[in-house]
């Protein structure tokens, strides 16, 4: 039976490091690349006797979160100790929260190509993170850094909405452009601040029950996310194909190989053996903290787009673009702070050639004044389009005023008339067989002209002026 016939099911759990100074039970730092085990303090450590006390702050972060998913923030929520025995896990568990998480019942709307579809979000919880083992093969030994132990979390478990590959990759990139806006998550994959696992099964189309779960562990690439499904899936077709049944298990993807590995079987609920966190109280949010979270909540990424398509004439693409990093946006709106012309001009250099020249090589050091400043003097003609992408690559580099390289390299256009029009004279006299040819019906010729105008104009013509002359003078 061809894959066609089945139609995969897969839900994610997203887990995104919360932007916080310190630790989610201690005043250990979570600052990235510090020493191994340099950011550590007893209860990371679970030396006897230290007790968890809670940073404040997750909780406001994980509000805002919820609220922003559309979530029923539940004002008492309550630790549970998960445990499981790995090296990088002193203690020996994990504090979360199992049965009474802190945000319940939401949803994210995510632009695909048929239209918005609502991905059910199942529950947002909070836990702390383990620690990371360090294989080292070549001297056969492992060693243990604990600085992410005890990293404040978020884990957002959607439900088994996604049917593609595509669609779980799409959800994650709306999924971080809320996080980003909310200033709760910093997005940053490769350092595993934004990481997620997935859950694929197929079943057969038509059919009611869902086929057997795997579970795909720590992806931190949209690319890997995505391919990774799409082998998982076709594994699964292939072994209901030939007979067999797929096994519940957790496994690993290998870039390297395209493939995924069988890591372990995979746990339910009891081989946890959660219990109530003995040494912390219930977590109680009051009606009022919430109701000020949901007022101070910024504007989303998805509700920019729309504004952005309804009110400013962007492109579905465009505002798309502009809105997947808060700092692309903001740029974006002050520069339309600055310039008066259309959002789309500005929208358009914003994807076009500020995009190739911040890829090539980094942000740079144009600011959104100097983008304004440089739209405007294209406007009004002072300078061509060319050459105020020239301009722009000075800029870029340099942090100059547009107007002082303008100045400096003579890129001003020449928007005389009289000027313009002595040199189309000229241009028309010298090619009066090419003259004649067009006004006898070849009309491509223009282009011609246009060519030896702006050639004897060094292409400093204002090129609009010199069609007008040119269509004038062929005319008559």
């Known amino acids: 039976m061809p894959r066609a016939d089945f139609q995969p099911v897969i839900g994610l759990e997203v887990h995104a490091q919360l932007l916080t100074r310190t630790k989610l039970f201690s005043r250990a730092s979570t600052s990235f690349g510090a020493e191994p085990n340099a950011n550590t303090l007893p209860l990371c450590l679970a030396l006897p006797g230290s007790l968890p006390v809670l940073n404040a702050a997750v909780v406001e972060l994980a509000i805002r979160t919820g609220l922003a998913l559309d979530c029923t923030v539940n004002e008492v929520s309550e630790w549970s100790r998960k445990h499981y025995f790995y090296a990088d896990l002193p203690k020996g568990f994990q504090i979360t929260q199992y049965e009474h998480p802190i945000c319940e019942h939401g949803g994210l709307d995510v632009a695909l190509p048929g239209g918005d579809k609502r991905i059910r979000i199942s529950r947002i919880h909070i836990e702390e993170d383990a620690g990371k083992s360090v294989h080292d093969g070549a001297a056969g030994a492992s060693l243990i850094d604990l600085n992410r132990a005890g990293t404040p979390l978020l884990e957002i478990v959607s439900e088994p909405d996604l049917r593609s590959a595509e669609e779980a990759a799409e959800y994650l990139r709306t999924l971080r452009g809320v996080l980003l806006a909310l200033g709760v998550n910093d997005g940053n994959l490769e350092e595993g601040s934004f990481r997620c696992d997935a859950n694929v099964s197929v079943m ?23 391919a990774a499904i799409e082998v998982e899936i076709d ?101 339309l702070q600055h310039y008066r012309g259309e959002a789309k001009k500005a929208a358009n250099w914003m994807t076009g050639e500020l995009a190739r020249l911040r890829n090539a090589s980094g942000e740079g050091r144009v600011t959104p004044g100097a983008l304004a400043e440089l739209l405007t003097a294209v406007d009004q003609g002072r300078i061509s389009s060319n050459a105020a992408k020239e301009v722009l690559g000075v800029v870029h580099q340099s942090g100059e005023a547009p107007s002082a390289v303008i100045a400096a390299r003579g890129l001003e256009q020449v928007s005389d008339t009289g000027a313009i029009e002595k040199v189309v004279d000229e241009v028309l006299a010298k090619n009066a067989a090419d003259v004649a040819a067009y006004r006898g019906g070849n009309q491509k010729l223009l282009g011609h002209f246009m060519g030896q105008v702006m050639k004897a104009m060094k292409g400093k013509g204002n090129p609009q002026l010199a069609s007008e002359l040119l269509k004038k003078k062929l005319g008559g």
């Open 235 to 335: 594994r699964h077709v292939e072994l209901i194909e030939s007979g067999g049944a797929v096994e519940q298990e957790t496994r690993l993807y290998d870039p390297d190989r395209n493939e995924t590995k069988a890591m372990r079987s995979k746990e339910d609920a009891h081989d946890y053996r959660y219990f109530p966190e003995p040494d912390l109280p219930p977590l109680v949010v009051s009606a009022e903290a919430i109701a000020a979270a949901r007022a101070a909540l910024p504007e989303l990424p998805r509700a920019k787009q729309r504004r952005y398509v309804s009110a400013l004439g962007l492109s579905e693409a465009d505002a798309r673009f502009l809105t997947q990093e808060p700092g692309s946006s903001a740029f974006f709106e002050a520069v």
């Open 204 to 226: 057969r189309h038509g059919a009611t029950a869902y086929g057997t779960r795997v579970e795909l562990k720590n992806l931190n690439s949209f690319r890997f996310v995505q």
